[in-house]
């Protein structure tokens, strides 16, 4: 196809503009680019550089995607994982692209059959793994072939500061001192400025354009609730507002995502675990299944979800904390691709913060490593201790300003916050009189009055503080001492196996001398407004049932193609063909995301069901 749109030279800028709205009307279905992508597409098109920071769901792809169609030769597009670059090239193959990868899961005979497809001019994109790119063969075979540009994906793999670092991107430097004449487009969804400073350094791209669209992801619901008993609380949160739907579970452990897994699965939740534990053959099922079956939810580590396309995913919950805002971005991000409404519910509690210091102090990563990551870590605290509205908070961090966005969870009930400063001052002469030597659920036992063995063997029923905090109920004390910590009046030391220190900050605390106010510990209530829904979920009865029959007319075309089903059509396609019901092609060809090949490949098989249901 590249051969058909390639511009001369001489071409004006209006001439490439009007070809690029052409190939996205007709290749891809859109009637319109949205944001930044018409600035980006002309600016790559035209041979420039670009950074480019865009919102999973966004519409990232397109901004590399078309201008490989809009120039001459073979856009290699370097991506990290073989799932993404297996969904990635189904797509584009269905829409009529000449689309092909370059991965471990080819025989010898197939990458030399997609070698030759390069160097022959074949291929509109070629889809790469770094650690594949840099090798002396490949660098060699690219030299032989006519490149249109490089799109560097998940450019946030570059930088030791970003959430998924990967040393195999460092390489990547490389394409600009080979092809200096070709152009470069580097996109990532989350980056904060550092982060983004070192892209730009690491890849050359000092030069670069660099657009930042924003980092506001309107249609997810952010939803952060003390942590009392995470497994009880994530299946009411599934029962009661996401039955039946597609999501992803993350836990920080392989052995918790396991465990996770099969509890939801004995409460009548089809659930599926996934973890670099697995065997490769389970860990592929359970993917193929997620991505090729409605309402399945995968409970997994932070290995599962960047190679995800599915655009349906309808919750991502968490049961553990997140390392960092950009993390906990990247993965809530991957619900509600279709722009759909969508859940981030978190559970959190003070074991989580424990955990995630213990495991920067105990890493082997250097000093000043530990010091930006324990700052990231204290971000993350602050979106979840806020009594604010987390979007606005979220955002922020990205160096973007909001208003307070009515959907999420502080914004629709709002927290009630007290004085603790007395609350505060007990807790922290409680720390003190035990000896700095103690975790919160001891010191909990001493400020309640429990004469129970421990507090007995350390003689701690005898300490002045004993008793002093019956007024207060256990998880009340629980959210004091996260809070404290949030706060940085209080540390963990985890030489002393999870013990709470006092810091210097406590000092104006205890002396009375600095109030502290604190978010009440309360398990919030879902507000009714603004309720979840799945496209096409208010169509009238004759078009819900329209929509199930080209949800099953679908599935069908997905499995003998052996493709995700989103890859035929997205719901919200499917849903709107269901709400107009198109008696003809033409009416057909006007709905958004069927674009001329599928018009020509599906069209009449679509008309049909919409007059079978008629």
Not at 536 to 564: F, H, S
Not at 599 to 606: D, T
Request: net charge neutral; proline share 4%; aromatic share 6%.
């Amino acid at each position: 196809m590249s051969g058909q749109w390639a511009a001369p030279a001489a071409d004006s800028a209006a001439a490439t503009d009007r070809k690029a709205l052409e190939i996205l009307r007709t290749t891809f279905g859109h009637a319109a680019f949205r944001g930044a992508q018409e600035q980006i597409v002309a600016h790559v098109a035209g041979g420039g550089d670009a950074l480019v920071l865009m919102p999973t769901g966004g519409g990232k792809s397109l901004c590399y995607q078309v201008p490989a169609l809009l120039r001459e030769g073979t856009a290699i597009v370097v991506s990290p994982l073989i799932a993404l670059m297996q969904d990635q090239v189904g797509a584009l193959s269905q829409l009529g692209v000449r689309a092909a990868f370059l991965n471990s899961t080819q025989d010898a005979f197939q990458s030399r059959d997609t070698e030759r497809a390069l160097e022959a001019g074949e291929l509109d994109l070629l889809y790469v793994a770094p650690e594949r790119l840099a090798t002396p063969r490949c660098l060699e075979l690219l030299a032989r072939s006519k490149i249109a540009l490089f799109a560097i994906d998940e450019a946030h793999c570059v930088s030791q500061w970003g959430h998924d670092f990967r040393p195999e991107y460092l390489q990547l430097s490389i394409l600009h001192e080979r092809f200096p004449a070709v152009p470069r487009i580097a996109l990532t969804a989350t980056a904060d400025p550092q982060t983004r400073d070192e892209i730009r350094r690491r890849l050359g791209l000092g030069e670069a354009r660099v657009f930042v669209s924003s980092f506001d992801r309107p249609n997810i619901r952010y939803a952060i609730v003390d942590k009392l008993d995470a497994r009880a609380q994530l299946l009411r949160f599934i029962r009661d507002e996401h039955a039946g739907d597609a999501g992803i579970v993350y836990c920080l452990s392989r052995r918790k995502v396991d465990e996770t897994a099969a509890w939801l699965a004995a409460q009548g939740i089809v659930a599926l675990p996934y973890h670099a534990g697995m065997d490769a053959q389970s860990r592929a099922q359970n993917q193929a299944r997620f991505q090729r079956e409605d309402g399945i939810v995968v409970v997994a580590t932070i290995a599962f979800g960047m190679g995800i396309d599915k655009p349906d995913v309808r919750f991502v919950a968490h049961l553990d904390l997140p390392k960092s805002i950009e993390g906990y971005y990247q993965e809530t991000g991957r619900a509600g691709r279709d722009g759909e409404p969508a859940d981030a519910w978190m559970a959190y509690g003070l074991a989580d913060l424990v955990q995630q210091r213990r495991l920067i102090d105990m890493s082997e990563a250097s000093e000043e490593f530990k010091r930006v990551s324990t700052a990231k870590l204290d971000a993350l605290l602050g979106l979840c201790e806020t009594a604010g509205c987390r979007r606005v908070r979220l955002l922020a961090y990205f160096g973007e300003q909001s208003a307070p966005c009515g959907n999420c969870d502080t914004c629709l009930v709002p927290p009630q916050t007290w004085d603790a400063t007395e609350a505060a001052r007990k807790a922290l002469s409680a720390i003190y009189r035990t000896g700095q030597r103690f975790g919160a659920v001891h010191l909990i036992d001493v400020l309640r009055g429990r004469d129970n063995e421990r507090v007995l063997r350390w003689d701690h029923h005898k300490l002045s503080v004993f008793g002093i905090g019956a007024d207060l109920d256990e998880n009340a004390w629980r959210s004091i001492f996260r809070q404290l910590v949030a706060m940085g009046l209080a540390r963990v030391d985890h030489e002393a196996h999870g013990a709470l220190r006092l810091t210097e900050a406590a000092r104006p605390v205890l002396r009375g001398e600095q109030p502290v106010a604190m978010r009440r510990a309360v398990e919030r209530k879902r507000a009714a407004a603004k309720p979840s829904r799945a496209p096409g979920g208010e169509l009238p009865p004759a078009g819900a049932d329209l929509l199930a029959r080209l949800k099953a007319w679908r599935l069908a075309q997905a499995r003998e193609q052996a493709v995700p089903a989103y890859v035929i059509f997205h719901d919200a396609t499917l849903a709107e063909i269901a709400r107009c019901q198109p008696g003809d092609l033409d009416a057909l060809a006007s709905i958004a995301g069927i674009g001329a090949r599928k018009l020509e490949r599906y069209g009449a098989a679509l008309i049909a069901v919409v007059r079978e249901a008629g």
